[in-house]
């Protein structure tokens, strides 16, 4: 196929050049590499944006969800497809399928499987898309060489027909197929940053998920007497006991406290002068 002149002070050659030459193999897999891009942003915008939505419920259940006196009452503050409610409503079905076995299980073997299984199915959901751009990280730089080689040989045997051997006549059509490489390489690199930051933010969720539900076993295997400690608990004390203020709960790796024991450590290992006769 002939290749159309180029206009005066226009060069020769580039991309569509290149297409032309390559003919259909050139064309495939330049259409290949682009479907791998508009799949690599599409996965990182949305799953950055469902990372933020599980992040922020997080949130949610630090500030508010320890502070309810019941798990059905804690569950009705986190929105419908929140990731911490459907473990709370998990939970609550286990405990009540426990009572029903007819083959006695241990319920805190039962609950602990329970609860790592709703946890598991959250974690695939988050790993949706990332075998996609793994696949085009290491794949992509392979399919753009391919398209480099084809364009390479299809000029080669041009220049060979035409009989002219002059650097100038090599040098610009072999250039031109090198432009498969470089874009093979555009498409790779992103893909394996958004591949490696998604991983990253995904560990991290995870193990708040985790915090969260090793929290919820010991409530429940508690009968709601262990909860998470309290930020903020030894600020006020009033007439010997110390007043809880409600703020968020701490970090999960904090011990956890008993809801029956509202003394601090101060007030609980040290006596004031005003105590003594």
């Known amino acids: 196929m002939a290749t159309p002149a180029a206009a005066p002070g226009e060069s020769p050659y580039g991309l569509m050049q290149a297409l032309q030459e390559g003919g259909v193999i050139s064309w495939s897999v330049f259409i290949i590499l682009v479907i791998m891009s508009l799949g690599t942003f599409y996965i990182l915008f949305t799953k950055l944006m469902q990372q933020q939505k599980i992040m922020s ?43 029903k076995l007819t083959d006695p299980i241990d319920q805190h073997d039962w609950m602990s499987n329970s609860l790592a299984r709703s946890q598991g199915s959250i974690g695939a959901r988050l790993g949706e898309g990332l075998a ?39 040098a610009g059509p072999v250039g031109e197929a090198l432009i498969m490489t470089a874009l093979g390489l555009v498409v790779a690199v992103p893909a394996v940053l958004a ?19 090793n929290d919820l076993h010991g409530f429940l295997m508690s009968n709601g007497q262990v909860k998470p400690r309290m930020a903020g608990t030894g600020g006020n004390t009033r007439g010997g006991t110390t007043a809880r203020t409600g703020a968020a709960p701490a970090r999960a790796s904090d011990e956890p406290l008993r809801t029956g024991d509202t003394r601090t450590g101060a007030a609980a290992g040290t006596t004031t002068v005003s105590d003594r006769p």
Request: aromatic share 10%; hydrophobic share 45%; net charge positive.
């Open 57 to 99: 419920q997080g949130r949610k259940v630090r500030a508010s969800f320890w502070n309810s006196p019941n798990l059905r009452d804690a569950s009705t503050k986190l929105e419908q497809r929140s990731a911490y409610r459907a473990i709370v409503e998990d939970a609550l079905v286990a405990q009540e399928q426990h009572g």
């Open 132 to 170: 996609f751009l793994a696949t085009v990280g290491s794949t992509a730089p392979f399919i753009g060489l391919f398209g480099t080689v084809i364009g390479i040989y299809r000029a080669l045997i041009k220049i060979g027909a035409s009989g002219q051997a002059s650097i100038d006549t090599v």
């Open 195 to 213: 591949y490696n930051w998604l991983v990253r933010r995904n560990k991290s969720i995870m193990e708040d998920l985790a915090a969260f539900t």
